[in-house]
């Protein structure tokens, strides 16, 4: 069974960083798509970052190019997101996903497992 497990939302002034991590079990994590896509209030749900490629390709959204980084540690099976000057449009609930059979594509990847987000507003 595939579980997704976020962690390390909170909230922050603009300017702040914060980290997210994702504890993944239950498939292949090293050869999977795994992605962070977040969704604000009354506002569709979009990509952020992926990462694929045995962790050897990255993608972002262009809202968070270069303010946001992620990464996958294999051996603990754990995806993180690390956001650095957020702003207070970042506010969103933030949701880990892993490669598989589902309705969202994103970046070349089809997103079928999810976790239950985390929230992570920020603040002027």
């Known amino acids: 069974q595939v579980q997704l497990v976020e962690s390390g939302g909170g909230s922050v002034q603009a300017g702040g960083s914060l980290r997210l991590s994702c504890a993944t079990s239950g498939f292949t994590y090293r050869n999977s798509c795994m992605g962070w896509f977040r969704q604000a209030p009354g506002k569709e749900r979009e990509g952020v970052a992926s990462i694929y490629d045995g962790g050897r390709t990255t993608l972002y959204a262009v809202s968070v190019k270069g303010r946001f980084t992620i990464s996958q540690d294999n051996a603990k099976n754990t995806l993180y997101l690390q956001m650095n000057s957020l702003k207070p449009e970042d506010t969103a609930m933030y949701y880990c996903?892993?490669?598989?059979?589902?309705?969202?594509?994103?970046?070349?990847?089809?997103?079928?497992?999810w976790g239950q987000g985390t929230q992570v507003t920020v603040s002027s």
């Open positions: 996903a892993a490669e598989g059979y589902g309705s969202t594509w994103w970046g070349g990847c089809q997103y079928g497992y």
